[in-house]
């Protein structure tokens, strides 16, 4: 098979093989690293194949049998060992230069540390093996390195054994007592500084926690430690799941493609979600780090002790794993603000790629590049069907899944199917029906009328369900959707809050003993990840903005409002007439701001107007031009009409020390100066008095409107005080990225030569270059196709260092549908560009031609 066609999950077949144990011992020197790999084989079933093993970019030195030399051959990257015994010892010696592996996946450098990347495809690159997730084997690793540099030698597991070698030398045995799949194994070799903690388990165990961090940044790893800390306490107490190794270590590197990897009891992480302290971190970087800790620790259980059987079944682990994570913050936090954070991720991104060229189920049905597969589908949407069958079957139901799931399926690999039966036998609801969201893509649209008869104190909301089509060209079913709704009252009562069981194309739901007309907030919560379609007027909007018992749905009604005013002025532009704004529009608002009883945080929230991408992704085609200047019109009147009440809230909110303080009083000030210039004071001020980032980088935020020379003062200071932070560079660059100005491509061109930037490093790459494509809507779509080339011009570079990174920067490329013919050709010119490279790699090539075959 070619690797640029595609597998399919209806081919799945078992493994011929299995690996029950695997003994790794590694030589580790600087371009000349050895790998040996001693394997227990044995047959699965009567048959007579060769065993066949997976390999890539790395070089083979020898293949025993037995001891003896092994009769083999090396096909297609394949290693075949020609052998017709039952079980067998298997010893393959391998070599490779990690200084050299650009790709980040496998064994490689990550400044002047050892670390490996094996999810999904990477074991391949370390050592030839059965490298797929259905094949759980026991794993022992020695790791041989020179003294100096690397007094630290990690792999999975307890420590069993260390020495010396030599005087030079020295090396540490791992034993890791739980089965596998390779994909979970992890190295880490280097000199780091080290926080150690320690934490009780329920039952009394007690277990060592390490987090190692570059030198010098010892301070800045107390949060993720404390992080973990209430990861194991959360599992324990709300999913009775107990930590089951003597050491939980988490190693923070600057060179990774993702954000933090479970490997059993090694989590690699991105520094970006392991160091934070208060003047170099944002409270959403403190935020961030928690979840992403919480997300890798709880996957100990939904995704090492039960892993996949196989990839198409990514979600199993992810969105399980994702939906723990979000409870686990909202446990801790507020919850409503949690849910928005993840409604927006829903609606931005993940409809996007619903409606886009790469639109898959949560279990995709075939695949070229698995490293593609790493997506909002899966794991946001995945997310969002555990949560849809956390509503259907209630906390109780699901936590006997929980554990019946465990019960059946500790130490195997599964399928999507293993959990849903086992929340349908622990609840005994039956979920046939409701099985479709995982093999069916695209996002529903709901559409809702109201009827009501005062006379007969009727009410009835009449809901279809409607699925577009996408590219797999799939029939689609009517899906099981939970409809959360709240009726209120005229004065604001709450009359019924209910959750409608659709399940039909069309369905009549029927509400009597109502005399007075009720106002109905739909989809409270977002119980169900699809569009609605209602047809709300400014008053019912207001309405549910004032009264709703829901939070969240106060803040849905918000951006329906919001929502509301931009497609009217779009309107206007178009028919050439004069843009206005309902006052009734800027009152909400105002009360808002002023409504004391609400929590903070919320306000913020309501404050974070939407963005032009969240907007596009509101209608099927989209007048970018006209909806920029209807945004940008919308914004400075809703400003300029709650001016002093901004002015007032802000003045408040200065000397509050917590983080909704912070987050309302920053919208405050972005605000303020949309209104007036002369408020760009105030954020010099925040800027020059801040002891915190959260308040510096608010204030660099809110000039970033436009380039101005008060902007280019601070951003120069913000520089200079920064150049030597990585991760607070990274900040800095992203606000260069979304500089809404003619000059944001030439200063990005100029800022690839910064000596702070690098393209090799992703943190870099996803900072600049890919916040400026999906960010940057007006400069990325320009007219006159620069946006287009030079992310093109880009993605070039990339294909070659470092595919998988381009694949996540192409994205908004490939999403050109939306758009007016001019740019749509533009970007399918660019798309076209990539296409003909004589060497694209397969993770660019899957994207880029199924873009180009649906156009």
Same mark, same amino acid.
């Given at each position: ?75 297609d990257?394949?290693?075949v ?87 030079q ?51 800045k ?39 933090a ?25 403190y935020?961030g ?17 039960v ?67 790493y ?25 006997a ?38 093999s ?55 009359i ?31 119980s ?21 018992s ?10 329906n ?28 608002f ?48 809703i ?29 405050c ?41 008060? !902007? @280019?003062? %601070? /951003?120069? =200071?913000?520089? *200079?005080?920064?150049? $030597?932070? &990585? ?5 800095? +660059? ?12 030439d ?75 001019? !740019? @749509?050709? %533009? /970007?399918? =010119?660019?798309? *076209?560009?990539?296409? $003909?490279? &004589? ?5 660019? +090539? ?10």
């Open positions: 098979m070619s690797q640029l066609e595609p597998k399919y999950l209806k081919d799945y077949q078992a493994p011929l093989f299995t690996i029950s144990h695997i003994d790794l011992a590694f030589h580790l020197a600087d371009a000349q690293s050895t790998v040996t790999a001693t394997s227990q084989v044995i047959r699965q079933g009567e048959h007579q194949e060769w065993l066949t093993l997976d390999g890539e970019e790395i070089q083979l030195t020898s293949v025993k049998v037995n001891g003896a030399d092994a009769d083999y051959q090396v096909l990257g394949k290693l060992v020609k052998s017709t015994l039952n079980a067998f010892e298997l010893e393959i010696v391998t070599q490779q230069d990690p200084k050299a592996n650009s790709s980040l996946e496998g064994l490689y450098m990550s400044d002047g540390a050892y670390c490996t990347q094996c999810e999904a495809e990477g074991f391949r690159r370390i050592t030839y093996f059965l490298d797929r997730p259905d094949v759980l084997a026991i794993y022992t690793v020695t790791i041989t390195a020179p003294n100096q540099g690397f007094p630290y030698l990690l792999s999975n597991g307890n420590l069993i054994e260390k020495g010396e070698l030599d005087a030398h020295h090396y540490v045995k791992w034993h890791d007592p739980f089965p596998k799949p390779a994909y979970l194994f992890a190295l880490v070799a280097g000199d780091f500084d080290l926080l150690e903690d320690e934490y009780q388990t329920k039952s009394g165990r007690q277990v060592k926690l390490q987090v190692f961090v570059d030198k010098g940044n010892l301070h790893a107390h949060h993720a430690i404390a992080s973990l800390k209430k990861s194991m306490k959360w599992d324990e107490s709300r999913f009775n799941l107990e930590y089951d190794l003597d050491i939980y270590m988490i190693v923070a590197v600057d060179f990774f493609n993702m954000g990897m479970e490997n059993k009891g090694l989590n690699v992480f991105n520094t970006k979600y392991v160091l934070a302290d208060k003047r170099s971190a944002t409270d959403d970087d935020h780090i928690e979840s992403v800790v919480g997300h890798e620790y709880f996957h100990n259980w939904t995704g090492n002790r892993t996949c059987r196989d990839w198409f079944q990514l979600s199993l682990k992810e969105g399980l794993t994702v939906f723990r994570d979000q409870e686990f913050s909202s446990d801790l936090g507020s919850r409503a603000v949690n849910r928005i954070h993840a409604i927006r991720v829903m609606k931005n991104q993940q409809f996007a790629e619903d409606a886009g060229p790469m639109a898959h189920p949560i279990r995709p049905a075939s695949v070229i590049e698995m490293n593609n597969f997506t909002v589908t899966v794991y946001n949407k995945g997310a969002e069907v555990i949560r849809m069958m956390h509503t259907l079957i209630g906390e109780v139901h699901f936590q899944g929980m554990a019946l799931y465990f019960e059946r399926h500790d130490g195997q690999a599964v399928t999507c199917d293993d959990f849903v039966s086992a929340m349908e036998s622990a609840s005994g609801v039956d979920l046939t029906q409701f099985r479709l969201w995982y069916q893509a695209g996002t529903p649209v709901v559409s809702v009328e109201e009827a009501f008869d005062a006379v007969k104190g009727v009410y009835q909301l009449s809901l279809s369900q409607m699925t577009p089509q996408t590219p797999d060209k799939l029939d689609k079913l009517p899906l099981h959707i939970p409809f959360d709704i709240e009726l209120l009252s005229p004065e604001g009562e709450t019924l809050s209910q959750v409608l069981n659709v399940t039909e194309s069309e369905q009549t739901f029927t509400f009597e003993g109502i005399f007075h007309q009720p106002v109905a907030s739909l989809l409270q919560n977002f169900a990840p699809v569009r609605l379609k209602f047809d709300y007027s400014i008053e019912q909007l207001v309405h549910i903005m004032t009264y709703a829901s939070e969240v749905a106060r803040w849905e009604a918000s951006v409002l919001f929502s509301h005013a931009i497609w009217d002025n779009v309107a206007h532009l178009q028919a050439g007439t004069a843009m206005v704004l309902d006052p009734r529009i800027v009152d909400a105002k009360g808002v701001i002023l409504n004391d009883a609400l929590d903070k945080a919320l306000v913020a929230e309501i404050l974070t107007l939407p963005s032009l991408s969240s907007l596009i992704e509101q209608v099927a085609q989209v007048d970018l031009d006209k909806l920029s200047l209807a945004r940008g019109f919308a914004i400075e009147q400003a300029q009409g709650c001016e002093d009440e901004l002015l007032a809230r802000y003045r408040e909110l200065v000397s509050i020390d917590d983080a909704g303080a912070r987050a309302f009083k920053n919208k000030l972005a605000l303020l100066i949309e209104s007036r210039d002369e408020y760009q004071s105030l954020a010099v001020t925040q800027f020059e008095q801040a002891d915190n980032m959260t308040n510096s980088i608010g204030a660099l935020l809110a000039l970033n409107a436009e380039a101005s020379s008060v !902007r @280019q003062d %601070l /951003m120069t =200071a913000f520089e *200079q005080t920064w150049i $030597d932070t &990585p991760l607070v560079m990274d900040k800095w +660059f992203s606000l260069q990225a979304l500089l809404n100005d003619d000059s944001c491509i200063n990005i061109k100029r800022l690839l030569e910064h000596s702070a930037f690098s393209l090799s490093n992703p943190n870099r790459v996803r900072s600049l270059i890919g916040m400026f494509a999906a960010g940057n809507i007006n400069e990325f779509h320009r007219l006159d196709g620069r946006g287009y080339q030079f992310v093109t011009d880009i993605l070039i570079k990339l294909n070659s260092v470092n595919p998988q990174v381009a694949a996540r920067v192409i994205t908004p490329l490939i999403q050109f549908k939306k758009f007016d013919e001019s !740019r @749509q050709r %533009l /970007m399918k =010119a660019s798309l *076209q560009q990539l296409l $003909d490279l &004589p060497d694209l790699s397969k993770d660019l +090539f899957e994207k880029v031609s199924k873009a180009l075959e649906s156009a």
